[in-house]
């Protein structure tokens, strides 16, 4: 049965419980909801923000603990002088690069099956895109060779245990991808399926385990995309990463209910494959219970009225904002963006002094334009998230 593609089975639930069907249809709504209040631009700038926190909850999952002044720093392409940090920064900000591709796609609507054979390959190579040898070459107590980007594992020295898990066959994974990427086609399910379709194909990638490094993050890289297909997306407002990281009860969490989900099926009552039904019934309540705390919180955080008090009381901590500031970030909060030219007018104050007010807060790094003299937004610096967003990351 290891070498058999129907090993994964069941890959979704035959019955589902009364507490799943509850959670989805909270979670669908929830989801709904998230950000509608919010200009479509400063929904993009918050976009830009979370996906700099998926990236840091990623990393941290894998037990690598990049901190976010380090992840904006690798995006602005300042990287550390130290060769083990340098590494993690390019990791960081490859997921961010990544997932603003995801988002891209899926706004201009050509966004591919998310667990397709072809679209995962495109995850794991771009991830790796940017990454030096040193960081594709994979060591083992008994072997080492140089990782493909964008390749299953093939060879027997690809061949892994993890934990208890013994995975299939390195031969067999084109195999195993394939059937996984058939019995995952969201072309065939509907809205409450795709959803359901999501912690269930997160929890048999990583079964299958088809590369021999990365997986971890090709999965919740794909939960992301396939998270925008089922309608819980939210234009990128909120992050899995966060969630699975941080746990329900304890940090602990996802990995005790990854390892419960590999438990094989106990008797003629727990399903008809090869993986216990009930295990992986509870692993997807568990998983959507984690995304609508996710959703709730990151509605809390991004509400107008409470947004718009955060950044008043940033500019009223500051011993190098004027109070007009708030104007300013008021109007691109609630308008997404303004002329420069609108700068007096909207601090009320003269010319001269409106621009002084005005250069205080670009040098603050809260306004920003995507060209020398075009429209100002908003951007939200990390040493700005203890007022603006508190609890978005740890130290925070």
Request: hydrophobic residues 40%.
């Amino acid at each position: 049965m290891i070498e058999s593609i129907q090993r994964i089975e069941p890959v979704r639930l035959e019955e589902v419980s009364e507490a799943i069907s509850d959670v989805v249809a909270e979670l669908a709504a929830a989801s709904a909801k998230l950000g509608h209040a919010l200009n479509p631009r400063t929904a993009a700038s918050l976009a830009a923000l979370v996906r700099i926190m998926n990236s840091y909850y990623s990393n941290l999952i894998e037990g690598h603990n990049t901190r976010p002044k380090d992840i904006e720093r690798a995006l602005a392409g300042q990287f550390d002088d130290d060769r083990e940090r340098r590494n993690l920064q390019i990791e960081a900000a490859a997921h961010v690069r990544v997932q603003a591709e995801v988002d891209l796609m899926y706004t201009k609507d050509r966004l591919p099956e998310p667990a397709s054979v072809d679209f995962i390959l495109w995850l794991h190579r771009e991830f790796y895109r940017d990454a030096p040898q040193e960081m594709l070459r994979i060591r083992a107590v008994d072997r080492e060779f140089v990782m493909e980007p964008g390749a299953w594992r093939s060879r027997p020295e690809h061949d892994v245990a993890v934990g208890r898990h013994q995975p299939p066959s390195s031969h067999r994974v084109a195999d195993f991808m394939t059937y996984f990427a058939d019995r995952y086609r969201f072309d065939r399910l509907g809205k409450a399926a795709r959803i359901l379709a999501i912690p269930a194909a997160h929890h048999r990638f990583n079964y299958i385990h088809p590369f021999p490094d990365g997986n971890g993050r090709v999965s919740r890289l794909m939960s992301h995309g396939m998270a925008h297909i089922a309608g819980i997306g939210a234009h990128g407002l909120w992050s899995i990463s966060r969630g699975l990281a941080r746990g329900l009860e304890s940090r602990g969490d996802y990995k005790r209910m990854m390892d419960h989900a590999d438990m094989l099926r106990q008797g003629d009552l727990d399903g008809r494959g090869n993986l216990s039904q009930r295990a992986l019934t509870e692993f997807i309540l568990w998983f959507l219970r984690v995304c609508l705390d996710q959703v709730t919180f990151m509605s809390d955080l991004f509400e107008l009225d409470t947004l718009t008090k955060r950044l008043r009381a940033f500019v009223e901590r500051s011993e190098k904002l004027k109070p007009e500031s708030a104007r300013l970030l008021e109007e691109a909060l609630i308008r997404g963006e303004f002329e420069r030219g609108d700068v007096p007018r909207i601090t009320g104050l003269p010319e001269r002094t409106a621009r002084r007010v005005f250069n205080d807060v670009i040098v603050a790094g809260l306004l920003a334009s995507d060209t020398p003299k075009g429209p100002m937004s908003l951007r939200f610096p990390i040493e700005t998230l203890d007022i603006l967003f508190p609890r978005l990351f740890p130290e925070t």
